[in-house]
T-cell receptor, first 116, second 112 residues
Framework: KAGVTQTPRYLIKTRGQQVTLSCSPI?????VSWYQQTPGQGLQFLFE???????NKGNFPGRFSGRQFSNSRSEMNVSTLELGDSALYLC???????????????FGSGTRLTVV | KQEVTQIPAALSVPEGENLVLNCSFT??????LQWFRQDPGKGLTSLLL?????REQTSGRLNASLDKSSGRSTLYIAASQPGDSATYLC???????????FGTGTRLTIIP
């Protein structure tokens, strides 16, 4: 059974550029969440999608956006990159359907983004 | 606003010892409590999920307990091995919300 797949694994971008990260959830999982992990702030919730709809959003500026496709794959986009956006971006998928939060989460290996 | 704390931030123990990792949360109205491990530079591996109606879960040498009234969860690791060295994170969520709130983690080192 394939796990959560994130691509690419590593990215180096220049300040001001934009970047798109991809996440393919476990087959049958329709909820996809994104997290940012930095040494200073730990793991911070970005947003969660279910059936192509954003259900929850964390406290991040509008430069951070995402979307989910009909096959449940999700992308995350960061525009006008800043040095502080350097982080490990993690995607998680869940069987959650009605938003009860009653299921556990499976995480991908992450995308390491470095902004120079 | 939920706050999750893990103390200590780092722990070193000799191989073979049993150990307990602690997780405290401020809002007892959590729905689930999940424990993860993270190896350096890697993603999160789920260890145990305790749903709100449960008090504990076991998997192999791992046992996690949940006491909502006191706002605490513990992860017990029996007969520790060098391969258990990693950062351990706990995370909680509330009913109707898929957002996980993570603790800051405990970095565990098992000394051979």
């Amino acid at each position: 059974k394939a796990g959560v797949t994130q691509t690419p694994r590593y990215l180096i971008k220049t300040r001001g550029q934009q970047v798109t990260l991809s996440c393919s959830p476990i087959s049958g999982h329709r909820s996809v969440s994104w997290y940012q992990q930095t040494p200073g702030q730990g793991l911070q919730f970005l947003f969660e999608y279910f059936s192509e709809t954003q259900r929850n959003k964390g406290n991040f500026p509008g430069r951070f956006s995402g979307r989910q496709f009909s096959n449940s794959r999700s992308e995350m986009n960061v525009s006008t990159l800043e040095l502080g956006d350097s982080a490990l971006y993690l995607c998680a998928s869940s069987l959650a359907s009605s938003g009860t939060g009653n299921y556990g989460y499976t995480f991908g290996s992450g995308t390491r983004l470095t902004v120079v | 606003k939920q706050e999750v704390t893990q103390i200590p931030a780092a722990l070193s123990v000799p191989e073979g010892e049993n150990l307990v990792l602690n997780c405290s949360f401020t809002d007892s109205a959590i729905y689930n409590l999940q424990w993860f491990r993270q190896d350096p530079g890697k993603g999160l591996t789920s260890l145990l999920l305790i749903q709100s109606s449960q008090r504990e879960q076991t998997s192999g040498r791992l046992n996690a307990s949940l006491d909502k009234s006191s706002g605490r969860s513990t992860l017990y690791i029996a007969a520790s091995q060098p391969g258990d060295s990693a950062t351990y994170l706990c995370a909680s969520n509330h009913f109707g919300n898929e957002k996980l709130t993570f603790g800051t983690g405990t970095r565990l080192t098992i000394i051979p």
